[in-house]
């Protein structure tokens, strides 16, 4: 009746958002397009001809300033003949905006181009991480500056092909100062402090910057004792440098180094106030911050949302709250700090209704605003609403928020839109090919999940253990014995990672489905001890329990339950284990240890959506309208048909039969 309650409660507020978001993204106007805009739907008419191109660049970057990009770009489309001058402000208002793909249209329409304008947008290209894009901006231009150059250096870096970066820094004609900290910078991000020290000191002029790049690089790569002596030796500081120390140490947790720094400061800036309150926030030091916050001789937004993020990942969400009511300004960082601080702590329902009052006003959702939102989905409806959202605010292109899209997608099922997703991305990171793979794998399309893996590989991204856990996984599902296990051997062999107890289990559980006990029990034997976990032995329980190897079952379910005395998994399987057998004083022996130790059984629970209506089913649930109809059509149309595609059955207490799936399932076409 708990549930029944809660789940009515959230269904009226979920019914009440859903009609919220249809009415907001119905209103909304479409995101900026790169074709023309209509000048009826433009609230600002202004009068051609303007005295000059000059006047006419001006106003152009005047009103994106201070109107506006789209207002600007409304203007722009109502010039007779945009010269080179106001095409390039154009351009370098929507790459300020962080909107490349419009700026990218924009380019590509340019009768031709000039040395600025394609210099900013091999920066813009560099900086989205699209560097084979910049090269070709780069090699099509007939004249370029230093500005061209090392915007392009700095986008290879920023990837970490460091190797092509210094092939191009040893090409350019002419170095600045900017081009040579851009490389040092390079090689320290890439962990090559050796080449970063030794460039630095060929450079010809090492100003404050450079030597705040090298403190910064050694502080990157965990060397803070030697930022420290690099620190003590500079010539010459400024606010940034002693910020840039300061933050280093808190981010090494030695916050009582920061904090003797920052007494040390002769000149503190809002930024050394809120890196120090932020920094002691994120160690622990939430108290502390919040007097040193009180201290601020000015109280920035950033100072703030800092502490309202200290308190939401303190588990302190009232008071996040009572800060974020009592601030005179907020921003778009604001919001999102308090709607994710809701959504990490698990208050969904508040998280939703500050969303919605956040539509109310005019502030405007960024990508990480719906990101948080996503979190809190419970049906394919309102992921799709978000979409919806995300559509019309020209969101898609945004990889964080796409990433987290495929996730929800796959979560509800829809594969179809997962994949779309996915294939509409341009900047792909690591996260992206991983939750594909993932998404393929949970469904038990082993098949593609490989094609995707493979994709990956091809386009030179090296997978990580997440990678490797979906992948393991995939095979799992899909019977692949042999390839999984060649998948991860070269975990170690080829890209040197350590598997952990998460890729045995992958193992444990891929070797067991095929009916391999004693080589999954041979893995186990050979793993790290310190990598023996209950997951690992569960997965080795539940193989001996469908290839009925009783005996070995048995010992593994006691193992697991001394190992992993908190988890019901393990008590469960091995007490049905027992009761199957007909051994009813050990099922019994172990529901009273299961009860002594208070370990409780988390009910399953699936969803689905009806006639955009969403229902949620607990095991063994009894309290759905239709629930005679509902078993009446489990028991006589979708178990036989599970049964014919090869699934297997296993005796479960429940008023239906339990299922597993089959050990192979092909993958479709």
Known sequence: MKHCNSFVRRSLLRSKFHLFLLRSVSSLPPSPSPSPSNPSSTPTTISFPFPSDRSRNQLVSSIGLTRGVDEARSLFDRMPRPDLATYSSMINLYLKDDRLPQAEALFRRMPQWNVVVASAMIDGYAKAGRVDEAQRVFDAMTERNVVSWTS??????????????????????????????????????????????KLFEQMPERNVVAWTAMVKGHIENGRIDDARALFDRMPDRNVYSWNVMISGYLDCEQVG?????????????????????S??????????????????????????????????????????????????????VTWNAMIN????????????????????????????????????????????????????????????FTNALMKMYSRSGDLNSAWQAFDGLQAKDIISWTSMIDAFSNHGCGGHALQVFSQMLRHGIRPDCKTFLAVLSACSHSGLVEKGKKIFNSMSIIYGLEPTAEHYSCLVDLLGRAGRIEEAKATIAKMPASEKDGA?????LCACRLHDQIAV???????????????????????NMYASMGMWNDSARVRKMMK????????????????????????????????????????????????????LQVTCHSPISCFVEPLVISDPT
């Not at 970066?165 to 002419?174: G, S, W």
């Not at 239709?626 to 049964?643: G, N, T």
């Open 152 to 197: 392009l250096l700095s986008g290879y870096c920023l990837i970490g092909r460091i190797d092509e970066a210094r092939q191009l820094f040893d090409r350019m004609p002419v170095r600045n100062v900017v081009s040579w900290t851009t490389m040092v910078l390079g090689y320290a991000r890439s962990g090559l402090m050796m080449d970063a020290r």
């Open 257 to 277: 180094e920061a904090i003797r720094l920052f007494q040390l400061m002769p000149h503190k800036n809002a930024v050394s106030w809120t890196t120090m309150v």
């Open 279 to 332: 920094g002691m926030a994120r160690n622990g030091w939430t108290e502390k911050a919040r007097e040193l916050f009180e201290q601020m001789p000015m109280k920035d937004t950033v100072a703030w949302n800092a502490m309202i993020t200290a308190y939401s990942d303190e588990g302190f969400v009232s008071k996040a709250r009572a800060l974020f009511d009592l601030m005179p300004k907020r921003n778009i």
């Open 341 to 400: 601080g809701y959504a990490k702590n698990g208050c969904q329902d508040e998280a939703l209704r500050l969303f919605i009052s956040m539509l109310l006003l005019p502030v405007k959702p960024n990508e990480s605003t719906l990101t948080s939102i996503l979190s809190n989905c419970d049906s394919n409806i309102e992921v799709r609403e978000i979409h919806g959202l995300a559509d019309k605010l020209g969101f898609n292109s945004n990889t964080s």
């Open 536 to 540: 690992v032995l569960g997965a080795l």
């Open 553 to 575: 079952a048995c010992n593994v379910g006691e193992e697991l339950i001394e190992l992993d005395p908190s988890g019901s998994g393990g008590y469960v399987l091995l007490a």
């Open 596 to 647: 002594e130790r208070r370990v409780k059984k988390v009910p399953g629970v699936s969803q689905i959506e009806v006639n955009m209506r969403n229902h949620v089913f607990f095991a063994g649930d009894q309290a759905h309208p239709r629930v005679k109809e509902i078993y009446v059509m489990l028991e006589e149309v979708l178990l036989p048909q599970m049964k014919d595609m090869g699934y």
